[in-house]
């Protein structure tokens, strides 16, 4: 059973900090690893889906990579802004579970002024 | 307007009542999806259809039930609403991409309290 796991649960920072959010996973066979934000009162919206042939994808400020051999993924966020505060969510597609997504438990991330 | 919308956004009811939460999408996706958020434990899959004649069990799925009454509507129901149930409900879609590149378009939640 694909498990998945984020660190820290929850993370402040100042204004302009990098910083770095874990992901890992136990079942490297994933055709994709996806990370989400999660807003109060809203939805999820995807950010950055990394494809299982591909090591990282960037989205303006965010890059996320992924190394299936470890069972890892990362999300850096650069020049962090008051903005960027929300709950950010690991999701990966695995092989054997093909359409339905396994969610680690999400990072709450407050970056403050 | 949404391109995934669920009804009601907030409810609370009691132990025992029957509750149904709608979700309406028109992105035009063939596969839904219900999942439902407690504090610390992610996202868990309750329920999921990959076409109107397809209706599959998720991890969670004792105590709830669906209906896919067309391509753009997937209801979940609670036949008798326990206090445990009480979570943050959202519903998904996606469409039929390729495997690698699939990604679900979600809903803005219903919050569910169970008394």
């Known amino acids: 059973k694909q498990e998945v796991t984020q660190i820290p649960a929850a993370l402040s920072v100042p204004e302009g900090e990098n910083l770095v959010l874990n992901c890992s996973f136990t079942?490297?066979?994933?055709?994709?690893l996806q990370w989400f934000r999660q807003d109060p009162g809203k939805g999820l919206t995807s950010l950055l889906l990394i494809q299982s042939s591909q090591r990282e994808q960037t989205s303006g400020r965010l890059n996320a990579s992924l190394d299936k051999s470890s069972g890892r993924s990362t999300l850096y966020i650069a020049a962090s802004q008051p903005g960027d505060s929300a709950t950010y969510l690991c999701a990966v597609m695995a092989g054997t579970s093909y359409g339905k997504l396994t969610f680690g438990q999400g990072t709450i991330l407050t970056v403050h002024p | 307007d949404a391109d995934v919308t669920q009804t009601p956004r907030n409810r609370i009811t009691k132990t025992g009542k029957r509750i149904m939460l709608e979700c309406s999408q028109t992105k035009g996706h063939d596969r839904m999806y219900w999942y439902r958020q407690d504090p610390g434990l992610g996202l868990r899959l309750i329920y999921y259809?990959?076409?109107?004649?397809?209706?599959n069990k998720g991890e969670i799925s004792d105590g709830y039930s669906v209906s896919r009454q067309a391509q753009a509507k997937f209801s979940l129901s609670l036949e008798s609403a326990i206090p445990n149930q009480t979570a943050l409900y959202f519903c998904a879609t996606s469409d039929l991409g390729h495997l690698t590149t699939d990604t679900q378009y979600f809903g803005p939640g219903t919050r569910l309290t169970v008394l």
């Open positions: 079942d490297s066979a994933i055709y994709n």
């Open positions: 259809s990959f076409d109107v004649k397809d209706i």
